[in-house]
């Protein structure tokens, strides 16, 4: 739809680039850029183990500017409520928006509420757009890779989306699995700090890791080669993945990041990163190559290697 | 549910101001405030009269900004589709965006696309945010209007409202009835040029003219006095009204602007706007008074008073 339908009629040099958020070059404001971006938020419950939509949507677009190097600023927060929502449900939401604003250091500084009958919404929907600065000099891009940069990522992957699906499907665990969702704003700071020349980075939302590799591949015109023994995943979601026939690959996360980083800076990245409550377990995960371009493979457990396809559509409906 | 909700959880020093846009003092860049704002768009048809969902993002979007008397510049859109929306509606919405952002001179610069369950949504909902400079020095406010301020409205109130319930009603009027929607930052490009003291400006969406007013009365503390005479309202628009029991001074307008306007540079302005295409029938319709403050007051067409009360809800739903 993006390729066929939004980008012939609406691209520009901005759009077209299909970054996750929108670097603005202002003219009177040469030394820096500005970061904008926007992202409509309808999971589904609105409540699940470890948060809520409404932290979804701050976190979310905080982690959009992030992830292009910016310094998130301020917030915009645009409501959606279907008739008979209650009060209270939506209360919990909005204060859990502004503790989400303030961990994140963001400002909200205007909104909007729209009301719709019932049945012609589901509860609530949230649209957050972020406004924020990226230094002068500072340019991370998914077409910078190249072949023998590190892939790193930040932690485990698929909580979030096993976290929701639980509850969808009443699944049981020994400890409750919970979404993932965090902002990572203040670790994207400290990988920059030591690291200038991070490539790029993206928060593999929908469409998991998988689809946030396939973008980068395209994009750079290279290959990607991960190691499936380095990838940390929770022992309760690959065993929920296994019940839902899912693969954690292309499950999505909230609160995690993958960087590609030149391989000689990989160390010192990841060393930060270790250091940060939100990178604990971050790992150099594979690495990007020059061949099967366009590509992601995976040298799997027992040595044997895989093509990671490209999902179509969505494995999970409403996950963010 | 803004006063009682939303302000006491999430209030700040620039969300608490209530304007329809919020300027944000960058330190960096100290000679320019960036203005950045958000609407959801939820209007029932998709397709009316003198425009469409996309239309009405764009522009009331870029009107937000233009109240706030900065150059729009960079818009972001986010749609909530719901499952079964034909692709050539979405099609002709999205080329109607295309149009309207070349109209408004502003650039689509980031997006977002989720699909909800049949059910779930109506068709579509549209989020757009928009961010843009005011330049150093200029400053708009409701507060700052003061007794002997003229009231100026841009043209002919209601058309947006009734073209909407005309089509939802199925009324018959001998000429179609359309939306006024219309990007108005040209227009106001031109009257801060020949007023930068203007001292605030509105466009008279929701709630209609009545709202907007009864905002700045008490952002300042002063009264507004009417004179019905004054007020452009087609004959259609009248009509309509009186058939289904509404009141023009609370329909929406997409395509109108109220200015207050310092006393002596009232007729400076109005004859800048009447040179524009959307301020042909600009007209002062008020004036700003000491008495009865926060309230609205009409003299009728027979010569008595009568007070414009505030609607608490809205009068007619999903109108945008």
Same mark, same amino acid.
């Given at each position: 739809m993006i390729h066929h339908l939004f980008l012939p009629v609406l691209g520009n040099e901005i =759009?077209?680039?299909l970054e996750d958020q929108a670097s603005c070059s202002? $003219?009177?404001? &040469?030394?820096?850029t500005l970061a904008f971006t926007t992202d409509s938020f309808v999971v589904r419950p +609105?409540?699940?183990? /470890?948060?809520? *939509?409404?932290? =979804?949507? %701050?976190?979310?677009?905080?982690n959009d500017l992030a992830m292009g190097g910016a310094t998130p600023l301020f917030l915009s927060a645009a409501f959606i409520l279907e008739e008979g929502l209650p009060i209270d449900?939506?209360? $919990? @939401? @909005? @204060? #859990?928006m502004r503790e989400a604003?303030? &961990?994140? !250091? %963001?400002? =909200?500084v205007t909104g909007d509420t729209k009301v719709v009958d019932r049945g012609k919404g589901d509860q609530i929907f949230i649209t957050t757009s972020g406004v924020g600065f990226v230094p002068a000099g500072r340019s991370l891009s998914a077409a910078s890779c190249r072949a023998g940069d590190r892939i790193i990522l930040s932690g485990? +992957? /698929?909580?979030? /989306? +096993? !976290? *929701?699906? #639980? @509850?969808?499907?009443n699944l049981e665990f020994e400890t409750t699995l919970e979404s993932d969702t965090a902002a990572l704003a203040d670790l994207t700071r400290v990988m920059l700090e030591v690291c200038p020349g991070i490539r790029c980075m993206r928060d593999p939302?929908? /469409?998991g890791v998988s689809s946030a590799l396939h973008e980068i591949a395209a994009a750079s015109h290279v290959g990607m080669s991960l190691s499936e023994t380095a990838i940390p995943v929770r022992a309760e979601v690959s065993g929920a993945c296994e019940i839902l026939g899912l693969d954690p690959l292309y499950v999505a996360n909230e609160g995690k990041l993958i960087a590609i980083v030149p391989r000689d800076e990989a160390d010192r990245v990841i060393e930060v990163m270790r250091a940060h409550p939100l990178g604990a377990r971050a790992a150099v995960v594979g690495e990007v190559v020059d061949e099967h371009r366009g590509m992601v493979v995976m040298r799997s457990r027992v040595g044997g290697e895989r093509v990671v396809t490209m999902l179509a559509g969505e494995q999970l409906p409403r996950i963010c």
């Open positions: =759009l077209s680039r202002l $003219r009177p404001h &040469a030394e820096a +609105i409540f699940f183990p /470890g948060g809520d *939509i409404g932290k =979804l949507a %701050v976190y979310g677009t905080v449900d939506l209360r $919990r @939401v @909005v @204060v #859990s604003c303030d &961990a994140a !250091a %963001v400002t =909200l485990t +992957i /698929g909580d979030h /989306g +096993i !976290a *929701i699906m #639980s @509850v969808r499907e939302t929908r /469409g």
